[in-house]
Antibody
Framework: QVHLVQSGAEVKRPGASVKVSCQVS????????MHWVRQAPGKGLEWMGD????????VSAPKFQGRVHMAADPSTDTASMELRSLGSEDTAIYYC???????????WGQGTLVSVSS | DIQMTQSPSSLSASVGDRVTITCRAS??????LNWYQHHAGKAPKLLIY???TLQTGVPPRFSGSGSGTDFTLTISSLQPEDFATYYC?????????FGPGTKVDIK
């Protein structure tokens, strides 16, 4: 059975960067593209982007373009998402998730809390 | 970007009630509409994909319908574990936008 295991909580200062990792357990990363979704406190789910580990292509939502970097390391079956120039509005739980053929997100990581505070 | 709206934003219901949540897209998305259940502190759970296909393991009291711009999620008989927030999401055009959510709580 495949699981997505994310890295632990992070506390960052405004202006810093954060990198969240997502390891595929029970499967291999190149089989999947990896989507990233976040939820800020009291807010809804927000789709950030996706990275295709096989093709190496990244597509991100316009509001994150230029500030987010997604990657994958097939040798460790680990995907990552780095968000730069953090502000307080980036305080959120960040999730990795893999899609079905129609784009529905059927397998999710447990979430990583990123707190941005001075 | 495609904008997704949901109604109502919240509702109160009792165990055994029939609950209906609607989702509307700002432009046609064919049947590329997904529904998720989210309990606070847990990862979202896919319930329905492609507008009406029940995800494996999801109880049949959940059903989805619609195409084009208007969609519906129905819970035929609300159970205690169904009190949660429900989100629709379009996977037709990137960015794959979510609706704002519908919170279902206990009356």
């Amino acid at each position: 059975q495949v699981h997505l295991v994310q890295s632990g909580a992070e506390v960052k200062r405004p202006g810093a960067s954060v990198k969240v990792s997502c390891q595929v357990s029970g499967g291999t990363l190149p089989e999947f593209s990896m989507h990233w979704v976040r939820q800020a406190p009291g807010k809804g789910l927000e789709w950030m982007g996706d990275f295709d580990a096989y093709s190496g292509e990244t597509v991100s939502a316009p509001k994150f373009q230029g500030r987010v970097h997604m990657a994958a390391d097939p040798s460790t079956d680990t995907a990552s998402m780095e968000l730069r120039s953090l502000g307080s509005e980036d305080t959120a739980i960040y999730y990795c998730a893999t899609p079905t053929a129609s784009g529905a997100l059927d397998l999710w990581g447990q979430g990583t809390l990123v707190s941005v505070s001075s | 970007d495609i904008q997704m709206t949901q109604s109502p934003s919240s509702l109160s219901a009792s165990v055994g009630d029939r609950v209906t949540i609607t989702c509307r897209a700002s432009q046609t998305i064919s049947s590329y509409l997904n529904w998720y259940q989210h309990h606070a502190g847990k990862a979202p759970k896919l319930l329905i994909y492609a507008a009406s296909t029940l995800q494996t393991g999801v109880p049949p009291r959940f059903s989805g319908s619609g195409s084009g711009t208007d969609f519906t999620l129905t819970i035929s008989s609300l159970q205690p574990e169904d009190f949660a927030t429900y989100y629709c999401q379009q996977s037709y055009i990137i960015p794959f936008t979510f609706g704002p959510g519908t919170k279902v709580d206990i009356k």
